[in-house]
């Protein structure tokens, strides 16, 4: 159904590594182009941009078509399939990796791709922040969220802003049982933090305002190797923020990522690591295919055309950040493949412990008393 509001739309997936896991070619990324472009010639589209971090195929759309539009998201599913086929002329790693179905049902959901969309009317400044991570999880960004629109260490505004001071409702979801719970902040805070500070089940969904609704942070919760019962890769999810007003400003957004806090993924999706943010540039993971990254883009929306963007990390105030990464990202792969640094048994039952653990089970004898 057609909307006066807008609504924007991101949809990513890895669809072929340049080289390895590290990059992506630019015939994909011309590729996306191209059908986008025809998709906005052809009305469905208000604007697009298309980019990527890492070998992760992101697709930024703005529409009139609403939240779950099968249109808008077919369109995102028939372009990753004409970006598999050109990797697989080109011969690239892991071709069509995230597709995994080979059919489209009415939404990309639960058929591999991430998906983060919200609708709302656009205010007088419109001023929007997009992440995209790689090699790393869904969770990933439960940390950053709660310190945005909970912390009034990180965020003035919790304080000194009236149009925030009355806080923000968070959904959760539980990645394991798909179902999903909200809390009310600061008065719910303890209660939320016992559930997303275990972001390997528990994931922010959506953060809105208390007091008006307005929906001020979406991401995507898509679990892979939930989804193909096998590891296929990790999440790479992406985030929507809206800033300023009633919502943090766009420093207080940015500021969480000063930590470069840990998160799971790295090499096979299987280790701890530090996710580093960077400019679009350096958005190469090549280091034991790591350490995961963030890239955030800025937009302002004018009408539903995306102004923009700006590379809101490439910026030598986060130089620090980047600096203390790499010591992190030392020390724990002196780990090898001990804990902390390789993720714990249960997180590694679709990898090839499964396997190990039905081999070797004749040979675990009872202890004696």
């Not at 919790?158 to 009355?166: C, G, K, R």
């Not at 892979?224 to 207080?252: M, N, T």
């Not at 001990?338 to 090839?352: G, K, Q, V």
Request: glycine residues 8%.
């Amino acid at each position: 159904m057609m909307s006066d509001e807008i609504t924007l739309t991101v949809i990513k997936a890895d669809v072929g590594g340049y080289v390895g896991h590290s990059s992506m070619h630019p015939a994909l990324m011309e590729e996306a182009e191209e059908r986008l472009e025809s998709a906005k010639r052809g009305g469905l589209l208000v604007d697009f941009h298309v980019t990527r971090v890492g070998d992760d195929l992101e697709l930024i759309m703005t529409h009139r078509e609403g939240i779950d539009n099968e249109e808008v998201h077919r369109l995102a599913w028939e372009t990753f399939e004409e970006c598999t086929a050109v990797a697989k002329d080109l011969k690239l790693y892991g071709a069509g990796q995230d597709l995994l179905s080979d059919a489209f049902s009415g939404t990309v959901k639960g058929l591999g791709p991430g998906v983060a969309e919200m609708e709302f009317e656009e205010r007088k400044a419109e001023t929007v922040l997009i992440f995209m991570a790689d090699k790393t999880s869904a969770g990933a960004w439960n940390m950053p969220l709660s310190k945005m629109f909970t912390d009034p260490y990180n965020t003035a505004g919790l304080i000194i802003s009236p149009d925030m001071h009355q806080g923000f409702r968070f959904e959760v979801h539980d990645v394991l049982e798909n179902k999903r719970v909200f809390f009310d902040c600061p008065e719910e805070l303890y209660d939320l933090y016992v559930f997303i500070g275990a972001p390997s089940r528990y994931s922010v969904k959506a953060v809105y305002h208390k007091e008006t609704g307005e929906i001020g942070a979406v991401s995507s919760t898509t679990r892979l190797s939930l989804i193909a019962g096998r590891y296929v890769g990790k999440d790479d999810p992406v985030c929507i923020v809206r800033c300023q007003s009633q919502f943090p400003a766009v420093g207080e957004v940015l500021e969480p990522f000063c930590l470069p806090y840990i998160v799971e993924g790295w090499m096979r999706g299987s280790h701890h690591g530090p996710l580093m943010p960077v400019a679009l540039r350096e958005s190469n993971p090549s280091r034991f295919d790591g350490p995961p990254r963030v890239v955030a883009l800025g937009f302002q929306l004018a009408n539903g055309l995306l102004v923009g963007p700006r590379d809101m990390f490439d910026d030598p105030s986060f130089d620090e950040a980047r600096r203390l990464c790499n010591i992190i990202a030392d020390y724990l792969r002196r780990h090898g493949p001990f804990e902390p640094h390789r993720l714990p048994l249960e997180e590694m039952e679709y990898t090839t412990m499964p396997q190990v653990m039905k081999r070797l089970a004749g040979r675990f004898e009872p202890l004696e008393d």
